[in-house]
């Protein structure tokens, strides 16, 4: 393996990877897809087409990219396993994808405007208190004073709040509260991972 291969490997995340994505070798992965970049690098027209997806498991999330080589989806890389707990980093090893990467609808997914009769509340003056009603819905939608706070007002007001953890699956937790809970993209922007996976929680509990 040279200097371009092995920087092409740290810098695509895959040297975990190599059992997984079956390559007898990392330098015949790394040949195919390099011979693709180095193409264009050359000026020849060739078209590269990547698709990216969400995984977790019971303690950990992250993001994967596959790339469209010789007609098949390969795994070309992750990005670096994120604590759904702690909201803190894997530090253990190094050579994963920058975040950056992953397109924005992946990450928080598609802005969705929710028709005011679908968030409507019979309850207008249970503000700050869980109810058995949207309880039973699973906070969706939950009450319109809390998808009115912003994320300063619920960074301040969420660890007052005492609730069962309900977790999400198959997708991150910012598009579960934006799609499925009505809320606001705006408001909550800027809520780290452990702030809004307690959101979720008090969305189900009935506020």
Known sequence: MNRRQFAYW?????????ERLHAETLDTLAAVVMQCSETLVDGQVVVEEERWSYHQDSRWRWFERETLIDG????TGRTRPIDRR??????????????????????????????????????????GEAAVHRRARDGRPPSKWLRSLYAEELRLWLPDVD????????????THL???????????????????????????YGY
């Open 86 to 127: 702690t909201g803190e980093a894997f530090t253990k090893y190094e050579g994963y994808l920058d975040d950056s990467l992953v397109p924005d609808e992946v990450r928080f997914g598609e802005e969705v405007e929710h028709p005011q009769h679908e968030l409507a509340d019979e309850d207008e003056d249970d503000y």
């Open 163 to 174: 609730v069962p953890d309900v977790g999400v699956s198959g997708m991150t937790v910012w």
């Open 178 to 204: 934006t799609r499925d809970h009505g809320f606001d993209a705006k408001r909550i922007k800027g809520l780290n991972d452990v702030e809004m996976a307690k959101l979720h929680s008090v969305a189900h």
């Open 10 to 18: 740290i810098g695509a995340g895959l040297f975990s990877l190599g």
């Open 72 to 75: 098949q989806w390969e795994l």
